[in-house]
């Protein structure tokens, strides 16, 4: 087989994938956005389906294999603004309380287990010693590594509830943010839709690529703002 017909057949792949792909997130697009469709199939769940998010945003926070943000845009796309940051906020609350709890009674071994003893040791290399208003910066930055401070402050000697109060505040915006965005996101054009997802396919790509690279700079300028904040 020539080389042009194996360019040729894999064209012709391609253009078929894009078909496909493109009929599937219309049609996932129509049902989606069509928010009725949506929280009728979310009636099912009766009184469960609050708790159901909530403990989703609580798991966010512990095993932490999903960003907040995105929690916070489904509950603003599921619940609307207010009942949707309401159950976030109750989520991200408990999550962050149990983290540092868990951090502070059962110690690093377990810390490390949920959140794997690379990242605690990458960032143990930022937050060792470091005050609380390290950790307010932490918690009060986007990219910054959040759920992690959390059972990081547990292991540290700082009190908890005045570290838990301070988390719950400094994301209160963030949240807010977030919320609005999913109780907004129903009314968007598909093709508006379709770059958002883009965008942020390639964001998250980005980031897990380079994530040492960003986390490493971020972490850093936060302990210099840190020290210089302290003095």
Not at 35 to 62: E, K, T, Y
Not at 63 to 83: S, T
Not at 87 to 94: D, E, R, S, V
Not at 127 to 154: E, K, Q, T, Y
Request: aromatic share 12%.
């Amino acid at each position: 087989m020539s080389r042009r017909a194996v360019w040729i057949g894999l064209g012709l792949a391609c253009a078929v994938m894009l078909v496909a792909a493109w009929s599937w997130f219309e049609s996932a697009y129509h049902v989606l956005t069509d928010r009725d469709r949506v929280l009728a199939w979310l009636r099912g769940f009766g009184a469960w389906a609050p708790l159901v998010f909530i403990v989703l945003s609580v798991l966010q926070v512990i095993i932490a294999p999903i960003p907040g943000q995105v929690i916070g845009v489904a509950g603003g796309y599921l619940f609307g603004v207010w009942a949707g940051w309401l159950y976030a906020l109750i989520g991200t609350m408990l999550g962050s309380g149990v983290a540092m709890w868990l951090g502070r009674r059962l110690g690093r071994p377990l810390a490390a287990r949920l959140v794997s003893e690379e990242t605690l040791a990458r960032f143990d290399r930022f937050s060792n010693r470091r005050g609380a208003v390290f950790f307010l910066l932490v918690f009060l930055l986007p990219f910054a590594p959040d759920d992690v401070a959390c059972f990081a402050v547990g292991l540290s000697p700082l009190p908890l509830l005045p570290m838990w109060l301070m988390a719950t505040i400094v994301r209160l915006p963030t949240g807010m943010m977030s919320v609005i965005i999913g109780d907004n996101i129903a009314g968007l054009p598909i093709g508006v839709l379709m770059a958002g997802v883009a965008a942020l396919v390639l964001m998250v790509g980005l980031t897990w690529k380079y994530q040492d690279r960003i986390e490493g700079r971020l972490m850093r300028w936060i302990t210099r703002m840190a020290d210089r904040l302290e003095r």
